[in-house]
């Protein structure tokens, strides 16, 4: 009863968090979002010569950003929603819903266990509502993803999951922008990992990446981001950010050999400041510092993280993009009774790839760091992602990927897991298509023995925000 009660609080706790989040992100954007709104267009020609006269006798710097407004990326694809949610035919003021599907799927081992796998199948209802409200200077943007499944031949099977995330920014003057990110996802079971763990965008050159190794258990996370960045000329840029992560794993009683337990809880706080410098329009250096502190089980666990990166960024050719994100990281860890403690020198750091053809597109990243992954540890993870897509003449698509991670453990050998996706779609027009999945994710480490689960789906997808060219 004791730990039920703790759990309760604990989750009381970071929902009200979680809410004073989102309410001071709306509390910042609402009043300019509002205003952006409520201009006449009629007046849109006479305000321009307004300000094309005040112009005249200021100063650029004073009129027009000099930062990119950042991009929200859509939690399905990873891709842009920067135009999308104005356009979108199912709409209903400032609220729309982007894509849709229904599918069946069929898991072959839904507790993930290793040494009893029972299979079970599930018709599945997924979608992506969108609201967004502003213009260029603030803007408010809001998503939710619900993740159904309803299960008539096993009833443990069923569960349902969903992903929310609100990003918002304001530019508080023509080189000060200030911007924030919420995301808060709940997936029982391992619900969400029918979803793809790699998501490149190749119209921004972002990376989506999900934490995908599996322990059979469920997950509550949320995680924040709050950035201030400085626009010191035309070519130097700084940047202070600060972060708050929480993460709770739980077991449900379903699975009837679950994986070693390590930790429950994770409370991850931060801070730090970045430079970049821009050494032409399409290659720019920069070097940052990042400050972590986390706490595990109970707080009875502590790990403070020192990291220093040197990052270099080239656009070698129109379709192909390097980044690269190196430096030494100091861990200072202090566990439970002992056990984990001690300062470790490291490295942590990323190297991503995107190369575009004619009809395909390539993206290759791998990535050492200490978020979470799927598994609460005190130790760094390696981690190597493969993606591919091949459009396959006007109607046809193709995909395929694959992931695999190493995670450290100060209590148990190193966890390994992998996920592999095949996935091939139909377009009976632009928006709706017909598609085939097949998903396999697997792991192993410390006493657990190995244990692996295979997802087929298929199913009908409608789906705004990724339409199709048909040339």
């Keep these: 009863m004791c730990n039920e009660s703790g759990r309760t609080m604990k989750e009381l706790t970071i929902r009200g968090a979680h809410f004073a989040a989102w309410a001071a992100a709306l509390l910042l954007v609402l009043p300019g979002a509002l205003r952006a709104q409520q201009q006449d267009p009629t007046s849109s020609s006479s305000s321009s010569s307004q300000e094309s006269s005040s112009t005249s006798t200021q100063q650029p710097d004073d009129q027009t950003p000099m930062l990119q407004p950042p991009s929200t990326s859509a939690l399905d694809t990873g891709q842009s929603l ?55 200077r603030t803007r408010l943007d809001i998503q939710w993803r619900p993740f159904v499944l309803v299960s008539q031949t096993n009833s443990k ?97 379903n699975n009837p050999n679950p994986p070693p337990a390590i930790y429950d809880y994770l409370y ?15 290659r720019e250096i920069g070097a940052s510092y990042t400050y972590d502190r986390q706490y595990l089980a109970d707080f009875s666990s502590r790990s403070q993280y020192h990291s220093a990166f040197f990052t270099y960024s080239d656009r070698i050719r129109p379709t192909l993009l390097l980044r690269v994100a190196f430096g030494p990281s100091l861990q200072m860890n202090q566990g439970a009774q002992g056990i984990g403690a001690g300062n470790t020198v490291t490295y942590e750091g990323s190297v991503e790839v995107m190369k575009s053809f004619r009809r395909s597109n390539l993206a290759f990243s791998y990535g050492r760091g200490h978020d979470f992954q799927g598994v609460i540890t005190q130790a760094d993870h390696d981690r190597y992602d493969l993606s591919y897509s091949w ?21 148990v050998p190193v966890l390994r897991g992998r996920t592999l996706w095949v996935n091939s779609s139909y377009h009976v027009n632009r928006q709706w298509s017909v598609f085939a999945t097949y998903m396999n994710s697997a792991a192993n480490g410390g006493p657990q023995p190995y244990g692996t689960r295979n997802l087929i789906m298929a199913g009908i997808r409608w789906s705004w925000q990724g339409e199709r060219e048909t040339n």
């Design 82 to 136: 920067q135009n999308t949610g104005r356009t979108s035919p199912l709409k209903f003021g400032h609220l729309s819903l982007l894509s849709f599907s229904a599918l069946y799927d069929y898991d072959s081992n839904y507790t993930f266990s290793p040494t009893d796998p029972q299979a079970a199948d599930a018709l599945a209802l997924q979608g992506l509502v969108f609201y967004t409200i502003g213009g260029n």
């Design 157 to 253: 099977a069923d569960f349902a999951g969903q992903t929310t995330d609100l990003h918002t920014y304001r530019y508080l003057s023509a080189r000060w922008l200030l911007n924030f990110d919420d995301r808060f996802e709940y997936a029982p079971d391992n619900g969400l990992l029918a979803n793809p763990s790699f998501n490149p965008d190749f119209t921004t050159g972002l990376f989506n990446r999900e934490p995908f190794l599996a322990n059979g258990e469920s997950n509550l996370i949320n995680g924040s981001t709050l950035s201030l960045s400085y626009q010191m000329n035309q070519r130097n840029t700084l940047t202070f950010h600060g972060n708050f992560q929480y993460v709770n794993q739980w077991d449900n009683g």
């Design 268 to 282: 991850s706080f931060g801070t730090g400041v970045s430079w970049t410098h821009k050494l032409t329009e399409t």
């Design 391 to 411: 459009n396959m003449g006007r109607n046809w698509e193709f995909s395929t990927g694959a992931g695999y991670i190493e995670q450290g453990s100060s209590q």
